[in-house]
């Protein structure tokens, strides 16, 4: 497929990508295969994930109204709607009507207005080069890196904690034939997160009639999309993949063999386990720090992809491919 200045543009709210990367973006992004023997990991050797300690405004002012902890299922809600919000902005025209607020309370000499007014245009910027000049969100050239080297043939897809489904659209682009099942146990994120993704959206993967590139859309995928509590699934060991996508630091270390065995139970004999969290970094930490308000309604970890590789090893995991790429770890497993 030979690239144009069309294979990758601004929306107002996204970016569109459909190139590869070429082989210095590959090694400037892309890094995989660093842990030979998993069995020699030990804890002390790779420490423990980064706890964010930082909450949003709307978790703290429940609690103190309320007199007690934000149940999880609330703070799941808050995020899903706080966070869908920031990915529906256009943020162009919402960058130029704050940078009018700002002069506005500011000559009107409304110095807390004036001073919630940039904080709130910083978070627009680091928004907009995040997520729409980097594409580290979505990241589809790093994710398909990521994802890439499975044996399977027209697979079956479980995404747990599905949200708007990307992940799983992106897989389905790279492996024709699959079939989705998303689940989610606020039915926020089925039918607005997942009904308002964009039609339009390009997911580059692959052409079984030519062996070639195909961009595929949302629409090509059969998928079921299911509200439910993950512990509630009848489902049996019937899917050749399990994904999950800033899942597991989302539990602190008592509830993380669950986590890991959500996977494991829904696979096929041989089965992959597909799991991705944001990584430890200092630019991670930053944006979690300036986007509390937006992120930040439930725990969460930051972790390196060998800690998180430690939690899979430690609870029946074998480790195939393992990696990171601009602001995520991933790994691909199978049951031990």
Known sequence: MKETMEDTYLEPSYRVDKRSFTKREHDRFVKLKGVGDWSGVTWDQVGRPFKVNRFSKEKKEWELREGKTLPVHASWEMFNRSFHDWFVKDVPESLSQNRKKIVGETLKLHLTSSVEAMKDHLRLHLWNYVHRIQDGIWDPRGKRELFKGLDVLKPKILFLGAAEGYEAMQLA?????????????????????????????????????????????????????VVSDIRELPYGKEFDIVLSVGLLEHFPDEHKPEVVDWHRKFLKPGGYMI??????????KVYYDLMA????????????VEQMGLYLYENGADILQHGYIKVHNGIIAKAR
Request: proline residues 9%.
């Open 293 to 304: 308000d937006v992120m930040n309604h439930t725990y969460r970890e930051l972790m390196t």
């Open 275 to 284: 799991l991705t969290t944001p990584r430890a970094q200092w630019k991670s």
């Open 173 to 225: 682009a790279m492996y024709p034939g699959s079939s989705i099942v998303m689940v989610d146990y606020d039915p926020f994120c089925k039918d607005t997160r997942y009904e308002d993704f964009p039609e339009s959206y390009p997911f580059l993967g692959e052409n079984p009639d030519t062996g070639g590139m195909k961009v595929y859309h949302k629409s090509d995928f059969p998928t079921d999309y």
